[in-house]
C-alpha cells in the first residue's frame, strides 16, 4: 500500500513538472564542415557526483554554433584537469586545435570550477579562470564558460547564456491552450510568462533583456502588451479597433514600432513608451507590417504589399522615405537585421516553399539558409551567428536554427504541442 | 408598401452589382501579386471549391430562411491570397445582411482567417483584409457599420490541422460570430 502510495505521488509530481514547464531539447541536423575541432574533456570532480556534467554542457553548446566539432569522449586516450596534466603529441594526434579542461570542487553551498583553454598546436594556455556558483546555478557557468572559449576562438562573443522566449500552443482547436514561455537558449530552465485560451503571438525583448512586448488576444481581439520577466508585472498598451501587432522595441528601448490599422489599411506606427504617443510612419492603401529597428535606430525594416506581393523596405526616419530592399522572388517578409546592420534575415518564398534567407545590403545577394518549407518568424542572435525560427516537424510546430552562413543547423522539439514564434534575448551579461 | 419592397430588391440588385465590381478589382490584384502561387492556388482553389460547393447550396437554403432567425451558413471560404468574395457565397452574404436589417439589434463579428503559410502578422493583415470585404459587401447592403465588428485572427484559429490543399482551403475564411 505504501509502496503504491509512493508510485502514485511520484507520478502525480511527474504530471505536475511536465505541466509546467516545457523545456524543450536539442537535435544538431546539420555540422559544419568548416567546424574547429576541440576536445572538451570531462571535469574532475573531487569525489563528488555532481548533477550537473558541465563539460558536456559546454561542448553541447560550441557544438550547436557550429563553429566547433567537439571529440568524442570514447576517442580521449586519457582525462586530464588541467593543463600541466596534458600530454599535448597524443592530443594534436587526434587532429584537435584546442582543449578544454576543467576540476569542479566544492565551495560553501556551492561550487568552484576551475577551467583552462589551451591551444594544441602551440601547446599553450590561452585562458585560465575560476568561476563559482551556487548549487542550482551550474547550467549558467557552463553557458558562461562557453561564452569565454567561444569568444577566446573566433574573436565573436559568445551567445549561449542569452534565453529565448517562444509561445506554445497544446490542445484541440476548439480548446487550445496558449502559453508563452521563456527559456535558456539551450531550451533548458523553461519558466511560464502568460498562458490563455486565447492566442498570443510576436514576443519582443526589450533591449535591456528585461521586459516582453508581446500580442495576445485575451480580450477577444489582438491587444498589445508589455510584461517583466521577473516579476510578471505588465500593462496593456494599445487597445485600437482592428490590428494591434508586430511590436518592435527601439534600440534604445524608449520607443515600440508596432502595426495598427485604426486608420484603414495596416500600417506602421511608434508609440513612445513613457508618454504612449503615437506617430505615424507610413500611410499607404497596402499592407504595411512585422517593423524592425536597425540597430543604429535611424531607420525601419518592415514588410508591404505596396508593389503586389510582401517585400521588405527600408524607412529612414532622415528622409521619411521608403526604399524597397528585396526583388528575389514575390514574397519576402518579417525582416529582422543582423546586430552589425549589414545583412537582413527574412522569410523568403522559393521553389521549396517559405524558408530562412539573408540579404546582404551591399551586394543585395539573397541566400536561403533553413532546409524545412514552412518557416516564420526568424529571430537573430545576438552576436548574429545563429537565426531561430519556426519551422514545422510533421503535423507539429517546432523551433528550428540555422547558422547565419547555413552551414549549421539545429532543431528544438518539445514534447508538448507546437511551438512557434521564437525570440532571441539581447546580451543578458 | 410593395413599391417600397420593390425599391429594396432594386437596391440589393445595384448594391451587387457594385460589390461586384469592388472585388473583382480586389482580386485581380490580389492575383498579379502571385505568379508561383497560381500552380498553388489553382490546386488548393480547386480542392477548396469542391469541400465548399456543398456549404454553397445550404447556403441559398439559409437564404430562403425567415428573417427571424441567424442564418444557419455562417462560414465563407477564400482563394489563396485573395479577399474577394467567391460567386457562390454571395447568396450567404445576402442572407446575413436581410438577417441584420430586420434584426438592427443584431451584432456580428467578423473573423478573418488565413491558411498557415506566410508569415504571422502578415497573414493577420491578410485575415482583416478578407473580414473588410466581407464587411464592405454587407454595408453595401444596407447593413448598419455599428452591427458589424471585425477581428482578424489570421493563422491562429485554423479550423482543419493539417498542410494539405484541403486543409488549407478549409482554413481560408470569414466566420460571422453572432
Not at chain 2, 36 to 64: E, H, I, K, L, P
Request: net charge negative; glycine share 10%; charged share 20%.
Amino acid at each position: 500500500m505504501k509502496a503504491l502510495m509512493t508510485i502514485w505521488l511520484s507520478a502525480m509530481l511527474l504530471m505536475f513538472s511536465t505541466l509546467a514547464q516545457a523545456d524543450l531539447t536539442i537535435e544538431i541536423t546539420r555540422g559544419s564542415d568548416r567546424a574547429t575541432p576541440i576536445a572538451i574533456v570531462p571535469f574532475a570532480a573531487d569525489g563528488e557526483s555532481l548533477s550537473e556534467d558541465v563539460a558536456q554542457i559546454v561542448s553541447d553548446d560550441l557544438e550547436r554554433s557550429g563553429f566547433f566539432d567537439p571529440l568524442e569522449r570514447e576517442a580521449m586516450y586519457d582525462r586530464p584537469s588541467s593543463g600541466d596534466e596534458v600530454r599535448y603529441g597524443q592530443w594534436s594526434a587526434l587532429d584537435v586545435r584546442y582543449m578544454v579542461v576543467g576540476r569542479v570542487s566544492r565551495e560553501g553551498n556551492g561550487y568552484r570550477i576551475r577551467y583552462e583553454l589551451l591551444d594544441v598546436s602551440g601547446q599553450s594556455r590561452m585562458l585560465g579562470e575560476n568561476v563559482t556558483a551556487g548549487g542550482s546555478e551550474m547550467r549558467g557557468a557552463a553557458h558562461y564558460i562557453s561564452d569565454q572559449i567561444f569568444e577566446a576562438v573566433t574573436g565573436i562573443r559568445g551567445a549561449f547564456s542569452t534565453r529565448i522566449a517562444y509561445v506554445t500552443a497544446q490542445g484541440a482547436e476548439n480548446d487550445r491552450q496558449f502559453t508563452l514561455y521563456v527559456a535558456d537558449a539551450d531550451g533548458h530552465n523553461s519558466q511560464q510568462i502568460l498562458n490563455s485560451r486565447e492566442p498570443i503571438l510576436s514576443p519582443a525583448w526589450s533591449p535591456d533583456g528585461r521586459k516582453l512586448a508581446y500580442v495576445s488576444f485575451e480580450s477577444g481581439r489582438p491587444a498589445i502588451y508589455v510584461q517583466e520577466v521577473a516579476s510578471g508585472q505588465r500593462a496593456q498598451l494599445t487597445n485600437f479597433e482592428g490590428l494591434n501587432g508586430a511590436p518592435a522595441w527601439s534600440p534604445d528601448g524608449r520607443r515600440l514600432a508596432m502595426t495598427l490599422s485604426k486608420d484603414g489599411q495596416p500600417d506602421i506606427y511608434v508609440m513612445d513608451v513613457a508618454s504612449r504617443n503615437l506617430e505615424r510612419i507610413t500611410n499607404s492603401s497596402s499592407i504595411d507590417t512585422e517593423p524592425s529597428w536597425a540597430p543604429d535606430g535611424r531607420s525601419l525594416l518592415f514588410t508591404s504589399d505596396r508593389s503586389g506581393g510582401p517585400q521588405l523596405y527600408r524607412y529612414s526616419f532622415g528622409s521619411g522615405e521608403a526604399e524597397r530592399l528585396t526583388f528575389t522572388g514575390n514574397y519576402n517578409a518579417r525582416g529582422r537585421f543582423s546586430p552589425d546592420g549589414e545583412s537582413i534575415f527574412m522569410i523568403h518564398r522559393g521553389n521549396n516553399g517559405f524558408q530562412v534567407a539573408r540579404q546582404d545590403l551591399d551586394s543585395d545577394r539573397l541566400v536561403v539558409l533553413s532546409d524545412s518549407r514552412l518557416d516564420e518568424s526568424p529571430s537573430v542572435a545576438p552576436n548574429g551567428t545563429m537565426v531561430i525560427f519556426a519551422t514545422q516537424q510533421g503535423n507539429s510546430g517546432v523551433l528550428g536554427a540555422v547558422s547565419a552562413d547555413g552551414r549549421a543547423s539545429y532543431r528544438l522539439p518539445s514534447a508538448q504541442g507546437d511551438v512557434r514564434e521564437p525570440a532571441w534575448s539581447p546580451f543578458l551579461n | 408598401m410593395q413599391f417600397k419592397s420593390h425599391a429594396r430588391t432594386l437596391a440589393i440588385a445595384l448594391s451587387l452589382a457594385l460589390v461586384a465590381g469592388c472585388s473583382s478589382t480586389g482580386g485581380s490584384r490580389d492575383g498579379s501579386m502571385d505568379g508561383t502561387g497560381t500552380g498553388g492556388a489553382a490546386g488548393s482553389g480547386a480542392a477548396g471549391s469542391g469541400q465548399v460547393s456543398g456549404s454553397g447550396v445550404s447556403g441559398d437554403r439559409a437564404g430562403q430562411q425567415a428573417d427571424g432567425r441567424i442564418p444557419e451558413v455562417r462560414t465563407i471560404y477564400f482563394d489563396y491570397d485573395r479577399d474577394n468574395i467567391r460567386p457562390e457565397f454571395e447568396s450567404v452574404l445576402v442572407a446575413h445582411s436581410r438577417y441584420l436589417r430586420s434584426n438592427p439589434s443584431a451584432r456580428v463579428v467578423l473573423q478573418g482567417h488565413t491558411d498557415e503559410r506566410g508569415t504571422r502578422e502578415y497573414n493577420l493583415a491578410l485575415g482583416e483584409r478578407r473580414a473588410k470585404s466581407v464587411q464592405r459587401f454587407l454595408e453595401v447592403q444596407g447593413v448598419s457599420p455599428s452591427q458589424l465588428e471585425i477581428v482578424s485572427y489570421g493563422e491562429e484559429r485554423p479550423a482543419a490541422r493539417g498542410s494539405s490543399d484541403d486543409s488549407h482551403a478549409q482554413n481560408r475564411r470569414v466566420v460571422f460570430a453572432y
